[in-house]
């Protein structure tokens, strides 16, 4: 029965999503690409019927749309077939992006919660920076990011730090959400039951509202998580960055070479996805930890 289970309401839903996603991916690409064959024939003097044009969509060098096959070819080719320290590589490249990411992630997530406790303690915080925390994400990260490299270059800082204040600027706002919602989640009845205990404020946070904010915590940091990535990716568009996806999106932009830019798009969704993963699993552990039900 498990399995059975499994197959009809994981597996196969899964399957004829994904199928159903490659089949309209392949039409479009014939769509898309069709009219640079019919160009093409036209300006030999030839004409091309469906049965010829068909393939060569799918084999076009610098296509529209690029097939499936030619974006997993691409993906294969820069992943195991080159070295690892190759700058050819889509490894490394990722590899670069994943350090301005993660050094992003974690001042993102410190920030984060050192607000969130300023926010739910300090009544005037709450109703000042509140709204300043929330217009700050109504601002576009491809607007500001330029001023944050060029200010930062200006004064002698440059490489990693700016981008990773690219990817804090994104991965703190999930964060405080998060744990102001979870910070103030304990019902009033568990804080009078404290205030009986004569707890004071500090225990109270320890021993009630931190441990009652964690699911809140961990959901805020798959969001972040995945967001500063994004944030890195996008600090290394202005800066002209020779490694990085964000260069290797670069790189494609000015060449034309889109199956390049779909390979590097795909390898930033496959990292982020296991960034979150992993999130996922520090959750598990710590709600393990605490006593959580499996």
């Known amino acids: 029965m498990g399995e059975a289970s499994f197959f009809r309401d994981r597996l196969l839903p ?30 030999a003097g030839t004409t091309i019927s469906f049965m010829e044009l068909l393939p060569n ?3 076009q060098e610098r296509p529209v749309l690029p097939a499936p096959h030619q974006v997993f070819a691409e993906l294969w080719d820069t992943t195991v077939n080159k070295a690892i320290t190759s700058k050819r590589s889509l490894v490394y490249h990722a590899g670069i992006t994943l350090s301005a990411t993660l050094m992003g ?57 700016p981008k990773a204040l690219i990817s804090t600027y994104l991965s703190f706002f999930p964060v405080v959400v998060g744990m102001v919602k979870g910070l103030r989640s304990p019902e009033q009845i568990q804080l009078d039951l404290m205030h009986t205990y004569h707890a004071s404020s500090s225990q109270t946070f320890w021993k009630l509202r931190w441990p009652a904010s964690m699911p809140y915590l961990f959901t805020s940091l798959k969001v972040a998580i995945a967001i500063s990535l994004v944030g890195a990716i996008v600090g290394e568009l202005p800066t002209g960055a020779v490694a990085g996806l964000g260069a290797r999106l670069l790189a494609g932009s000015y060449y034309g070479q889109t199956v390049q830019i779909w390979a590097a798009l795909f390898m930033a969704a496959a990292v982020a996805a296991l960034l979150v993963i992993i ?5 598990s552990l710590v709600l393990k930890r605490m006593g959580a039900r499996a």
């Open 14 to 43: 899964i399957s004829t999503v994904l199928l159903a996603l490659i089949a309209l991916w392949y039409a479009f690409v014939v769509v898309l690409n069709a009219p640079f064959e019919r160009d093409t024939a036209a300006r």
């Open 105 to 161: 992630f974690a001042m993102g997530t410190v920030l984060g919660i050192l607000l969130a406790i300023a926010i739910v303690h300090n009544r005037a915080m709450d109703r000042s920076l509140m709204p300043w925390v929330i217009a700050s994400q109504t601002i576009p990260i491809l607007a500001i990011a330029p001023m944050i490299i060029v200010v930062l270059n200006a004064v002698g800082i440059s490489g990693l730090m």
């Open 279 to 283: 999130v996922g699993f520090a959750h």
């Open 57 to 59: 969509t799918m084999a």
